[in-house]
């Protein structure tokens, strides 16, 4: 089955303790993205990557970091979690990246609960 | 930059009544324009897409139309049921996809 998997779905921790929430897609989709969601703000990109070793900044990208090392996996890193970054995150795929690639589907993960204490 | 305004919720409606939910963009150039559903718990979900102006897009009884001289993209459905209860995101892709606020919507027995 075609799908987009994040681990934890649901974290609570401590302020500044690292931690990871990874990401995975089974598409072979060259295009990643990670997205967090907050009431009354939507969803807002924080990092994408266009494919293996291209990683880029998306709209708040601060405090985070991502890697993508291999075609199917895109980490999202907290190195030093604060409690503004309590939110749910959600990962998302699709089969190629920006501009020309407009009118691709992107699929998205069941998304990651996170609370920083 | 490129943008998404639509209608603030939450929604409430009763079965089997009319569903419109607004949505306008904001773009350069020729976007694509899709509806995103979010069901309680879970992540988001293509509901459907129009790629360029005076497409339509259906899927479960839902139709938007890409309205470009209006820059629209009004989502419908003719009688709702319970559990469309959900989230509603508009969004578009141009260079990156950006999404509207969402709207919520209720629909009581």
């Known amino acids: 089955e075609a799908q987009v998997t994040q681990n934890p779905r649901y974290l609570i921790t401590v302020t500044g303790k690292k931690l990871t929430v990874t990401c995975s897609q089974n598409?072979?989709?060259?295009?990643m993205s990670w997205y967090r969601q907050d009431p009354g703000l939507g969803l807002r990109q924080i990092y994408y990557?266009?494919?293996?070793?291209?990683?880029d900044k998306g709209d708040v990208p601060e405090g985070y970091k991502v890697s993508r090392k291999e075609k199917r996996n895109f980490p999202l890193i907290l190195e030093s979690p604060s409690p503004n970054q309590t939110s749910l995150y959600f990962c998302?795929?699709?089969?190629?990246?920006?501009?020309?690639?407009?009118?691709?589907?992107?699929?998205f993960g069941p998304g990651t609960r996170l609370t920083v204490l | 930059g490129d943008s998404v305004t639509q209608m603030e919720g939450p929604v409430t409606l009763s079965e089997e009544a009319f569903l419109t939910i607004n949505c306008t963009y904001t773009?350069?150039?020729?976007?694509?324009l899709f509806w995103y559903v979010q069901y309680p718990g879970e992540g988001l979900q293509l509901l459907l897409k129009?790629?360029?102006?005076?497409d339509k897009g259906s899927n479960k009884g839902f139709e938007a139309t890409y309205r470009k001289e209006t820059t629209s993209f009004h989502l419908e459905k003719g009688s709702v049921q319970v559990s469309d209860s959900a989230v509603y995101f508009c969004?578009?892709?141009?260079?990156?996809?950006?999404f509207g606020k969402g709207t919520k919507l209720t629909v009581n027995p």
């Open positions: 969004a578009l892709r141009s260079e990156k996809l950006v």
């Open positions: 990557s266009m494919n293996v070793e291209v990683t």
């Open positions: 598409m072979n989709h060259e295009y």
């Open positions: 129009a790629t360029k102006a005076d």
């Open positions: 998302a795929s699709s089969l190629r990246g920006r501009g020309t690639s407009s009118t691709d589907t992107q699929y």
């Open positions: 773009a350069t150039g020729y976007p694509s």
